[in-house]
């Protein structure tokens, strides 16, 4: 069973910014320090938040590569997620209620396993995932909302052979944990609030990160 770790809430909480989000989350993954730990950043918003986590538990910082499948009409709405090592989730519940065709998921999917590639190239050179087997895993993103990537990252995760994931977020809706329960062995958060509607209303500056940026703080991590 996931162990679930949250800060008591006073009124609403709002991060500054993904760096902010990251050193709060770090603060309640010190029990990690000493294990040999690899942290895995979802790009691109949880890049910055990782390398805050990295930097604090002293290791590294690598970029996991998963992409949300969003609705044919409907971008910002997930219904899935795809990832490396051939992971791919759909809810098809949720698409048969969009009444979504199969050549409509077929066309997202192409276009974000193209996404995929580049961003293997541009973030890794073409190397491989991280290895993983037999150390904690780490997966950082900046908010969960369907939490369809993060369920895709962990699959990814255990395929490359961690032998305990941890996924680690700033913000996630209160029934989240539950989602991850029979997935992950510690789903730990900083706010759950019982309704979330926007994970950019957590944070006072929620402006896109950029790829170059993504590079900077990979390189940074490697120092």
């Known amino acids: 069973m996931a162990e679930v770790v949250e800060l008591p809430q006073k009124g609403a909480l709002r991060f ?7 050193r709060r989350l770090a603060r309640r993954l010190d029990h990690l320090r000493y294990q040999p730990t690899v942290v895995l950043g979802l790009p691109r918003g949880g890049i910055p938040v990782g390398f805050e986590v990295a930097r604090r538990l002293s290791a590294p910082l690598e970029a996991l590569l998963v992409r949300k499948l969003g609705a044919p009409l409907y971008p910002e709405l997930a219904i899935g997620a795809l990832g490396e090592e051939g992971i791919r989730i759909v809810d098809e519940n949720r698409v048969m209620r969009l009444g979504i065709t199969a050549q409509q998921i077929a066309h997202v999917e192409r276009r974000e396993r193209r996404e ?14 991280a290895d993983l087997q037999g150390k904690t895993a780490v997966i950082v993103d900046d908010g969960i909302a369907t939490g369809f990537t993060a369920l895709a990252a962990c699959s990814i995760t255990r395929q490359l052979g961690a032998g305990r994931i941890v996924v680690a977020t700033p913000v996630a809706p209160r029934q ?9 062995d510690e789903f730990v958060a900083v706010a759950t609030p019982r309704r979330l509607r926007a994970i950019g209303l957590f944070y006072a ?11 900077r703080l990979l390189e940074r991590a490697q120092d």
């Open 16 to 22: 500054k910014n993904r760096s902010h989000a990251g």
């Open 116 to 129: 995929l590639a580049r961003q293997a190239e541009l973030f890794r050179h073409g190397r491989p995932a």
């Open 176 to 184: 989240a944990p539950a989602m991850f329960e029979s997935t992950v």
């Open 205 to 215: 500056d929620f402006q896109p990160t950029e790829d170059h940026e993504v590079i």
